[in-house]
Nanobody, 123 residues
Framework: QVQLVESGGGLVQAGGSLRLTCTASGLTFDDYSMGWFRQAPGKEREWISC????????YYDDSVKGRFTISRDNAKNTLYLQMNSLKPEDTDIYYC????????????????WGQGTQVTVSS
């Protein structure tokens, strides 16, 4: 059974930092490109970053480029998202997801999803 479990969310002031962690089990982690998405209530899920399965190439949405850093530790089956210079508009539920394809910005390309972790940025 595949499981993706996010952690590290919380409440932080604007300008602060958080590090999200996604721990994977039940799959060969190296075989999957991994992405981070976020979603606010009543809104569509938004892609923010992806790291490829082989070379670890990274991609970011313009809204987080230069502030967020995605990384992975294949030995630990773990994905990370370092979030710096947080803004109130970054407040969302953050999800990690796995795709067997190359990195994609489309949520339907991802086959496994975590349950999400809440990030709240106060002004």
């Amino acid at each position: 059974q595949v499981q993706l479990v996010e952690s590290g969310g919380g409440l932080v002031q604007a300008g602060g930092s958080l590090r999200l962690t996604c721990t994977a089990s039940g799959l060969t982690f190296d075989d999957y490109s991994m992405g981070w998405f976020r979603q606010a209530p009543g809104k569509e899920r938004e892609w923010i970053s992806c790291i490829s399965r082989s070379r670890g190439n990274t991609y970011y949405d313009d809204s987080v480029k230069g502030r967020f850093t995605i990384s992975r530790d294949n030995a630990k089956n773990t994905l990370y998202l370092q979030m710096n210079s947080l803004k109130p508009e970054d407040t969302d539920i953050y999800y990690c997801a796995a795709t067997y394809d190359y990195c994609s910005t489309k949520s339907h390309s991802y086959v496994y999803w975590g349950q999400g972790t809440q990030v709240t940025v106060s002004s």
